[in-house]
């Protein structure tokens, strides 16, 4: 008998289902479990500006390029301060989390209308939350963002919520300190911190099983089509396994890229705005991070941050020595 040929799955399986995400703004299902240390804001979140290249020197251990200038690719999140509208506690009932009493700062952005209805007048307290403390688990900051600050033809504001490190105790004396207040990206994260990006990647619509799967294209004389799959599954059972690559939507699912190092946390459009700006987003205005590596997503769209889940032990700490950040023009010749 001849050798079976070794014929794996074309895509992977692990994304699956892969359907349209339900919002633009991804939802963080796992945090960091900071114990009994410093109380503050686990994540911040930004807009994808574009992509550039530096040149840095190594320093990751065993490499063979160790303490050598090496230039890698690096994607620029602008990062405007968000601003915190409220507060929430949350318990835990039949496993689950559930809210337990929420407060609301009396002074929101005029904004924030654009994206939920705001009463007239917010009534209570950040005391109001007290007597809930003893059954939370968890404490969240309810943030906007502000896009006006950015070179985004956008004006309604995302609202999203972030968890506090730390006790409850203490994250309850935070949120306290917080509530109304602006917090920026440089509050949250220093230069050498590993973080996870979380976004919506970009659309692609309605594709054939080849390209959203990158299936073989069958023969010229099939004569029911060359861009399909060969066998739809067996006679029986009499139902088509879930495992079979159809034709559907393609793209606009949530991913998430781990590790990803903070090279620099910058306020000057002038260090990081290429000639002519970013092609698609303009000028970067404010604040802004430069990041190692590539950010799913397309241009202006929302990113998620959170420090890293799954952070590697032999990846270097200390703050990264960049010796160079291409600001040439993005434009084609």
Not at 59 to 65: A, M, R
Not at 159 to 178: C, L, P, Q, R, T
Not at 216 to 234: E, S, T, W
């Amino acid at each position: 008998m001849g050798r079976k040929a070794h014929h794996p799955h074309r895509g992977s399986l692990g994304y699956s289902p892969r359907k349209r995400a339900a919002s633009h703004i991804p939802r963080i299902r796992s945090r960091v479990d900071t114990g009994m240390q410093e109380s503050k804001l686990l994540g911040f979140c930004g807009y994808k500006a574009g992509a550039t290249h530096v040149t840095m020197v190594d320093d990751f251990p065993n490499s063979l390029t160790h303490n050598e200038e090496i230039t890698t690719m690096a994607t620029v999140i602008e990062t405007p301060p968000i601003k915190v509208c409220g507060v929430r506690a949350y318990g835990k009932s039949a496993g689950k989390l559930v809210s337990l009493g929420e407060v609301w700062h009396k002074k929101v952005e005029p904004d924030l209308k654009r994206t939920i209805k705001t009463p007239k007048e917010f009534k209570g307290k950040i005391e109001d939350l007290k007597p809930y403390l003893e059954k939370s688990v968890e404490l969240r900051l309810i943030i906007c963002t502000q896009p006006r600050l950015t070179s985004i033809s956008k004006k309604k504001p995302d609202v999203m919520e972030y968890s506090i490190g730390g006790s409850i105790e203490g994250a309850y004396e935070h949120a306290k300190d917080m509530l109304g207040k602006e917090i920026g990206a440089a509050d949250i994260f220093s230069e050498g911190d590993y973080i996870d990006a979380i976004s919506i990647t970009k659309g692609k619509g309605f594709q054939d099983p080849l390209t959203k799967w990158g299936l073989k294209h069958l023969a010229r004389k099939n004569r029911k089509g060359q861009r399909k799959a060969g066998n739809l599954g067996p006679w029986h059972p009499s139902a088509m396994m879930w495992t079979v690559p159809t034709s559907g939507q393609m793209g606009y699912h949530q991913r998430t890229e781990n590790n990803l190092r903070i090279l620099k946390i910058g306020t000057k459009d002038e260090e990081i705005t290429p000639k002519g700006g970013f092609l698609g987003y303009g000028v970067v205005k404010g604040d802004y991070l430069l990041v190692k590596g590539s950010v799913p997503g397309p241009r202006k769209r929302l990113i998620r941050l959170r420090p890293a889940l799954r952070l590697n032990k032999k990846t270097p700490e200390g703050v990264p020595q960049l010796t160079y950040i291409s600001r040439e023009s993005k434009q084609s010749a």
